[in-house]
């Protein structure tokens, strides 16, 4: 069966450091675009970081570029994403997705607390 499990999530201070993972079984890894979504209460999901299949190109929303990097391994079957420099407003429940052309896969979602 198809798996994403995240993990590395905690409560961080403002300025701190986190990295994501999410552990992929299930399915064939490096055919999948890879991304990170995230949830805040009361708001709408939305996009964080995406990687193609090979990892060779990255796309970082606006608020997360110089912050955040979206990395693979595909040997491990692992996507990362390592959050640098973290503020209050990334607090938010952040989701693995896997997805191609015919099909998409979700984690279960890893809370991020970024306080003081």
């Known amino acids: 069966q198809v798996q994403l499990v995240e993990s590395g999530g905690g409560l961080v201070q403002p300025g701190g450091s986190l990295r994501l993972s999410c552990a992929a079984s299930?399915?064939?890894?490096?055919?999948?675009?890879m991304a990170w979504h995230r949830q805040a209460p009361g708001k709408e999901r939305e996009v964080v970081a995406s990687?193609?299949?090979?990892?060779?190109?990255?796309w970082v929303s606006d608020f997360a570029r110089g912050r955040f990097t979206i990395s693979r391994e595909n040997v491990k079957n692992t996507l990362y994403l390592q959050m640098n420099a973290l503020e209050p407003g990334d607090t938010a429940l952040y989701y693995c997705?896997?997805?191609?052309?015919?099909?998409?896969?979700w984690g279960q979602g890893i809370q991020v607390t970024v306080s003081s």
């Open positions: 990687i193609t299949g090979a990892g060779v190109s990255t």
């Open positions: 997705q896997a997805r191609q052309s015919e099909k998409t896969y």
């Open positions: 299930g399915f064939p890894f490096s055919s999948y675009i």
